[in-house]
């Protein structure tokens, strides 16, 4: 398909009236915008902006060509870092995305800020700092320098403004700047900031005319001194590219193969075997953290369902995974299992103390009944039950890591719930 | 032996949710660990991975969803997986997907709360916190499966509710359905095929034609979808809006388009609807669960009728829209109804008990362990 676009000569609203302040920087943020889109020549229905919440979020109606998404306070960078995945690994449009974004939501979406900006997802995002929150009533924010005077730090802002760009820089963008909007070469840097293939941040310092001036004293001149004083330089800061944009190295790893069967691999289990159980049974199997205790459960359910059974497995363990006790519930039936807990066990396997301790805390045993076997490793202590106990030296003849595995297969011989040959294949 | 040539395989509900979203055409998952729902986040990478699909880490919850979100802006079926405190931090974005009309599926595997309550416990105590987090109380589709099977199957249907109504849809399950291993036989899944959302047909031009990107006439009508990054412009917004996106403050076409975001679910809200009815005519009592408990009622049933007592059941597959007319349906001449559900204050229960005019409403609810059949057993008349 051949596409015949002509550029336009603008991607704004024709005649477009700004929404905002007299002397506003945004009015000037939009339209050098609107300049580096013109000057790359890109087809609008390949752009995308992505606008936050407060003023600069007025933004969207300027624009009458581009893609405009307005977006919840904070969240642009992470809807536009969502939409410009999808559209480099799934599409390869070669979209481009620019976050529209001031220095309150970007510091509430800093998060995504640098997630982005770690991703080196192929997103430009334009935070406007205008030191404050212009929308609510001028309130300070965390771009706010010392001493700056807001209805919410009446006698001067004692915390100091954070330097996004250095944050950025240490998130590992490869492009960021600061500017003015006032600077005439500010469309020049957006457009290469748009230009650079994966994650752009351009500050840009305005003034907010409306809420910063008045008793801070504060003009248009005055606020390069300003984010000097606080130790912030102005310029392209960093313009590396010496590591791949996202997309390219996910499509590097993970090639397009769309007829991967998604079962490759893994045929399922065939029942081979008729089993002459009549109903349900459950079992619970209690050992130690690492000692196989809930693959050898797995084991126990592989050979059910190749006995034609049906099964279910619930595992537990401490939190940390590695230590403690581990345990399995396995329930195999002739029939559809419907409830999946098991209220008094048909037969209980433990093998080490770390598993006897957990059955205590539980009250596991005080369940049990004259129909239950409790098939116990040697080295335990018996427990005052009515179960039926065998005892079994597992752990001092075939060691910790198979006590498990080997308890299972004397109680399938024992209890012939199944033929003992079907735990063979999976053994 | 009749079943030599079947195949099963041990799967958890976790599992059988990520193999429904791949077959429904899932292409984007982006994940943050929780525990019971990690299990879904696993197979997504390895599902979407080797297709070369995208599937990935996110920093946070909210991340997670709002990445779903942008992927399913550009055109794509999109998923996320989480538990009750990784929801809490969705919600925003829930609203925002709801707002702009944005296809989306999450799987909501409960565990039991409030706050980070117990990672490793089940529990049916989010069902109001999920269904009820918009402001303004609007309608989010809730499925809620109780085997891996429904798991798979209510996963592609998840799918197709969101892209043809484009709306955020939630798969409600909770540990015990997400993370116990069962034996699935593989020739049961039904051969289900996702619907695709409604698109604008795309087609080049030389200007620049906009979607009106919330265009409708009857309120209950849903928007033809414009990718961003296709031909047509899309004006997307999470503010009020008129039917081309703009934002706008209560005009009549703004209020309209409010009054749409509900209607579309509403005006389905029959066909909406799923549930499994087990109905003995001469029955006293009506047991009524869902999810995990919907199972302890099934063999509870089972064990009624060997003991020769006369029960009904209905098993609610669907929680939201409430199937009203299934529930009506199923109340025949029983005098009392039981209402099964893992939490204590009766959150279901609370949603629709003013359906049953004559009949004795009783709860059956307890937390920190699944309800038994014992424990349902005994309410039946």
């Not at chain 2, 409604?198 to 979607?211: C, E, F, V, W, Y």
Request: glycine fraction near 8%; proline fraction near 5%; charge should be negative.
């Amino acid at each position: 398909m051949t596409t015949t676009m002509t550029t336009p000569a603008t991607f704004m609203v024709e005649n477009c009236a700004m929404p905002f302040c007299k002397g506003c920087g945004h009015s000037h943020v939009l339209r050098k915008l609107n300049d580096a889109l013109t000057k790359l020549q890109i087809p609008p229905s390949k752009v995308n902006l992505v606008t936050d919440i407060g003023c600069i979020g007025l933004a969207d109606a300027m624009f009458e060509t581009p893609h405009t998404v307005h977006t919840t306070h904070g969240r642009s960078t992470a809807f536009a870092t969502g939409i410009e995945l999808a559209d480099s690994v799934l599409s390869d449009s070669k979209l481009k995305t620019i976050v529209l974004i001031g220095d309150g939501g970007a510091m509430i979406g800093l998060l995504h800020l640098v997630n982005a900006a770690l991703l080196n997802a192929d997103v430009t995002v334009l935070l406007c700092n205008n030191f404050l929150f212009g929308m609510t009533g001028g309130q300070h924010s965390a771009f706010s320098p010392l001493e700056f005077i807001t209805p919410t730090t009446p006698d001067g802002n004692i915390i100091p403004p954070i330097d996004m760009c250095r944050v950025m820089m240490d998130a590992r963008a490869e492009y960021v700047a600061r500017k003015l909007a006032t600077d005439k070469d500010l469309g020049e840097v957006i457009a290469e900031a748009i230009q650079h293939p994966g994650f752009a941040m351009v500050e840009i310092v305005e003034l907010c005319t409306e809420h910063a001036t008045g008793k801070n004293e504060l003009t248009g001149n005055e606020i390069r001194n300003v984010i000097e004083e606080q130790g912030q330089e102005f310029g392209i800061l960093s313009s590396a590219t010496s590591r791949a944009e996202f997309g390219v190295l996910y499509a590097d790893k993970n090639p397009r193969d769309q007829a991967y069967a998604s079962e490759k691999g893994d045929d399922g289990i065939i029942p081979q075997y008729q089993s002459t159980l009549k109903q349900q049974v459950g079992i619970v199997i209690a050992g130690s953290a690492g000692e196989r205790v809930q693959s050898a459960a797995k084991k126990l359910c592989e050979a059910a369902v190749v006995s034609n059974l049906h099964c279910t497995q619930k595992n537990d363990n401490p939190v940390t995974q590695g230590s403690g006790f581990s345990l399995s519930e396995v329930i195999i039936s002739p029939n559809e299992i419907f409830y999946t807990g098991i209220e008094t066990p048909d037969a209980v396997i433990v093998v080490s103390e770390d598993g006897m301790n957990e059955l205590h805390e539980k009250h596991l045993l005080d369940r049990l009944t004259k129909s239950t076997v409790l098939i116990l490793d040697s080295s335990l202590m018996k427990p005052h039950t009515e179960a039926n106990i065998i005892e079994y030296p597992f752990r001092k003849e075939f060691g910790g890591a198979k006590a498990a595995m080997k308890a299972i297969e004397f109680y399938v011989k024992q209890s012939e719930v199944f033929p003992v040959e079907a735990l063979a294949p999976v053994t | 032996m009749n079943h030599t040539q079947t195949s099963i395989k041990l799967r958890t509900g976790n599992q059988m949710i990520a193999e429904g979203a791949v077959k429904a055409g899932c292409r984007f998952f982006a994940g943050y660990p929780i525990t019971p729902a990690s299990g879904i986040y696993k197979s997504m990478i390895e599902l979407l991975q080797r297709k070369g699909d995208l599937a990935i880490s996110s920093p946070d919850e909210i991340s997670a969803l709002a990445y779903c979100v942008g992927a399913s802006l550009r055109g794509y079926k999109a998923m996320t997986a989480t538990s009750g405190p990784g929801w809490a931090l969705m919600i925003e974005t829930v609203q925002y997907a709801l707002m702009t009309e944005t296809p989306l599926v999450i799987a909501m595997v409960q565990r039991l709360g409030p706050s980070t309550g117990g990672a490793t416990q089940g529990a049916q105590g989010d069902v109001l916190l999920t269904e009820f987090c918009t402001s303004g109380g609007y309608t989010i589709p809730v499925l809620c499966p109780s085997t891996p099977l429904e798991c798979y199957e209510l996963t592609v249907l998840a799918f197709s509710w969101a892209e043809l109504l484009r709306t955020p849809v939630v798969i409600l399950t909770d540990k015990e359905v997400g993370m116990t291993t069962e034996s699935v036989n593989y020739e049961q899944l039904q051969l289900l095929h996702a619907a695709e959302r409604i698109s604008h047909l795309q087609k080049p031009t030389n200007g620049r034609d906009k979607a009106k990107t919330y265009e409708f006439s009857r309120l209950s009508d849903i928007p033809k979808f414009a990718p961003v990054g296709g031909m047509l412009k899309v004006t997307a917004t999470g503010s009020a809006h008129n039917k081309s996106g703009e934002l706008k403050k209560n005009d009549a076409e703004t209020l309209e388009v409010l009054h749409h975001l509900e209607e579309k679910i509403k005006r389905r809200k029959d066909g909406l609807a799923i549930v499994k009815r087990d109905v003995e005519p001469e029955a006293n009592t009506l047991l009524i669960s869902y999810g995990i408990t919907a199972r302890a009622m099934e063999e509870a049933i089972h064990i009624a009728r060997k003991q020769g007592r006369k029960v009904s059941g209905l098993h609610l597959l669907t929680l939201f829209p409430v199937p009203e007319k299934q529930i009506l349906n199923s109340l025949g001449q029983v005098k009392r109804v039981v209402i099964a559900e893992e939490n204590l204050s009766g959150q279901y229960r609370s949603v629709i008990s003013h359906l049953m005019k004559t009949q004795e409403v009783v709860g059956i609810n307890k937390i920190g362990s699944m309800i038994t059949p014992q424990e349902i057993l005994k309410e039946v008349l």
